[in-house]
């Protein structure tokens, strides 16, 4: 039974990917996962329920994920704890990544569900990645000019082999899929954070010295 | 003449944005624009003819404004270059809102349109964006470890208010078409590339003497 509920979330993911939520009839969807409508009917309800559930069921995993390394922040630095975030959001990402394509396009529109996806997880995501900042900032492990922007660049950074996926092929040839190319990305982030966010070894001796 | 035109691309940014681009039918687009179909034919051919004017139209404005800058690279400082391309892309958007907020959208699907936008205008702004960063590198004036991480932030920051206005007005309660949103948002922009990207005036000197 569980089998038939995930054939119509990954049928319904290729199809919202290249046809759109608007453009996909639940007649398809159910061919497409060979099942019958009334399947979708019972788990989903509607067309409407299976994006609902596409959405929630991604960013409820996401969160968890940040809560998590959250968790872990008083017996590890907010170094740790950041270098944690990216890495496991990267492998979440990474392991759901057509979903999580459709997941940021459809982010992007103004709709009662996108609302109630940014005022449940979002406000959360940016309340951790807010606390972990703030405490490296405190402790003179960061420098954070503006936690807005480095939150904002953060999620950009972690959104971008899936959202500009084909941005990344097209202009810079890199094949954002490509486990290569994945390592090769991360690790440019490790570098950005490093050099932009992450205090150096001398530098921090400095401030605290002061 | 060219008011009927332009009515029809005002309605079409209107509509696309709210009920999107397989949502919205010639006819509802005649009828928002007060003209006839005729007249959406006659300009555009078809609805997928209105699309490509919408984003080439876009992307020609904004790569010229960067081709502009680009061609000041050898009076001006690399800096100086740099903070135009944000002061007049930022500019440029802003003027262009909803227009924009549609067109970044647009971008996340895998057409060949959005390939033909990607190769013609997008390898563009690339190469100018690249030849800024660089010359500032070689000139000792920025501090760029990743080209491509550095130009994915530039372009991510210049089109975050309007492609995540939603995401900062409900998690952020920023609204971003507000003038004085806009301008602080332009503030931290290039607070951002103070801190991460130019080097600082000491630093500057100790490297050249170095």
Redesign the interface.
């Given at each position: 039974m569980e089998k038939t509920k995930q054939r119509i979330i990954d049928a319904a993911i290729i199809l919202f990917n290249?046809k759109?939520f608007?453009?996909t009839s639940v007649r398809e969807l159910a061919k497409k996962a060979n099942v019958n409508v009334g399947h979708i009917s019972y788990y989903f309800d509607n067309k409407a329920g299976l994006q609902e559930h596409l959405l929630s069921s991604f960013f409820d995993q996401y969160v968890s994920i940040l809560e998590k390394v959250y968790k872990k922040m008083s017996t590890y630095t907010a170094k740790e704890c950041l270098l944690e975030c990216v890495e496991k959001s990267m492998q979440f990402h990474r392991e759901n990544r057509q979903l999580a394509?459709y997941v940021?396009?459809e982010?992007?529109?103004?709709s009662i569900l996108?609302?109630e996806i940014?005022?449940t997880y979002?406000?959360k995501e940016?309340y951790y990645f807010k606390a972990i900042l703030e405490k490296g900032h405190k402790k003179k492990e960061f420098?954070v000019?503006?936690v807005?922007?480095a939150v904002?660049?953060l999620k950009?950074?972690i959104s971008?082999p899936f959202?500009?996926s084909?941005?990344l092929a097209?202009?810079?040839h890199?094949m954002p899929y490509e486990t290569s190319a994945v390592d090769q990305y991360e690790k440019?982030?490790v570098?950005?954070l490093e050099?932009?966010v992450f205090v150096e070894q001398e530098q921090q001796l400095e401030r605290i010295a002061l």
């Open positions: 290249t759109g608007d453009g394509r940021y396009r982010l992007t529109f103004d996108v609302r940014m005022s979002l406000t940016k420098q000019p503006s807005l922007m904002m660049q950009s950074m971008t959202l500009q084909q941005y097209e202009v810079w890199i440019v982030i570098k950005w050099q932009s």
